[in-house]
């Protein structure tokens, strides 16, 4: 249930030390994203695990609908191009 005093709603990604790539790790309400940003920092980083936050609007998420899944994620097994399975790789490179 939603009402029109609502603070929005935030997506926050964090990027940890060991990463190169920011992971979901949550949302939370804020009013603006500076404040989001802030929040975010406290709530997802109280212990020094991350070195970059992202927040985006929730509602500029735009995502498919899992019953689009056969269409979007049709398998690959008639395209045999695309999974190159047949080439013998040397073993300095077998490890790809």
């Given at each position: 249930m939603t009402t029109t005093n609502e603070w929005p709603l935030w997506e926050v990604f964090t990027r940890p030390k060991s990463g190169l790539?920011?992971?979901?790790c949550g949302s939370l309400h804020a009013p603006d994203a500076a404040m989001a940003l802030k929040m975010a920092?406290?709530?997802y980083t109280r212990r020094q695990e991350?070195?970059?936050?992202?927040?985006?609007?929730?509602?500029a998420i735009t995502a498919s609908d899992p019953a689009d899944k056969e269409t979007l994620f049709d398998p690959a097994d008639?395209?045999?191009?695309?999974h190159p399975t047949f080439y013998k790789l040397p073993p300095s490179v077998d490890h790809m």
């Open positions: 790539d920011h992971k979901h920092r406290e709530v991350g070195v970059s936050i992202w927040v985006v609007p929730s509602s008639d395209k045999i191009y695309r």
